[in-house]
């Protein structure tokens, strides 16, 4: 009975991660298959990345989506901080629920999201494009590093902060010189973690885009139609890579203490 308990309890996280992470594995190793054919293996090439960065209109839609990503992250800190600061230091009845309240965008499915943006930006009628898709974005990523600081606002040591009021600094000078500093992993590691997520975001970008702007995860879902290739593979590997980049700086981020002083 202890052997099979034993067995069950190292069998089963064994499955889930083969399960999990196999097709991973299997699009990363194609993606070096000289053969076009994803049934066959023709030896090992980089000729789909060759002929991926010969792709115009991939890299285009590899620009849009660098520029989306680093725009609606580094707006996403500012209202992200800017929030989590004010709330620390609002006294105000329903604090707990406007905490809550800004973690929707976490729980509320992504295809809710888009239908909800479409129709507001329909409302108001704008030109969709890369304006309602950096505005997507954003609230989209607010809550991943509304998160992070709020959690480090909660570890913070006050006394520096303080120590340099009582010196004479203003409230700017204080926030700019010792508050920022202490908070500036956390806020580091919310923007990789939101870039991440907003570079490989499909299902609100199909909704928010327009018909002049395509980002990367469009372009690999649009050609996906037609089948699987071997550039595919490739650019998906890349895409894994800067996903993966992100997450462990992100995740390295969180495990630095607020500095001393």
Not at 89 to 104: D, Q, V
Not at 196 to 212: H, K, Q
Request: glycine letters at 4%.
């Amino acid at each position: 009975m202890m052997n099979k308990i034993t067995f069950t309890r190292i069998a089963y996280p064994i499955l889930i991660t083969v399960l999990t992470y196999l097709p991973i594995v299997v699009v990363v190793i194609y993606s070096f298959n000289e053969s076009r054919l994803s049934s066959s293996w023709g030896g090992f090439s980089l000729k789909w990345y060759r002929e991926l960065f010969r792709d115009e209109d991939m890299f285009e839609a590899l620009f849009n989506s660098v520029v989306l990503a680093l725009s609606s992250s580094m707006l996403a800190a500012i209202l992200a901080t800017a929030a989590a600061l004010g709330i620390k230091n609002a006294n105000l009845p329903g604090k707990r629920l406007i905490e809550r309240a800004s973690l929707l965008p976490l729980i509320i499915p992504e295809i809710v999201l888009g239908m909800v943006f479409l129709a507001f930006y329909s409302l108001l009628g704008m030109k969709f494009g890369m304006m309602t898709l950096i505005l997507s974005h954003t609230a989209f990523c607010v809550p991943y590093i509304y998160t992070q600081v709020s959690a480090r606002l909660e570890v913070l040591d006050s006394a520096p902060i303080e120590a340099a009021r009582d010196l004479g600094a203003s409230g700017f000078m204080a926030f700019v010189t010792v508050t920022l500093p202490l908070l500036a992993p956390a806020i580091l590691s919310g923007i990789f973690l939101s870039f991440a997520m907003s570079f490989d975001d499909v299902i609100i970008s199909v909704f928010c885009t327009g018909v002049s702007v395509n980002t990367l995860p469009i372009r690999v879902y649009t050609q996906l139609k037609t089948g699987v290739t071997p550039e595919i593979n490739a650019m998906c590997t890349l895409m894994l890579a800067v996903t993966v980049v992100c997450y462990a700086a992100a995740a390295w981020l969180r495990t630095r203490k607020p500095a001393k002083h």
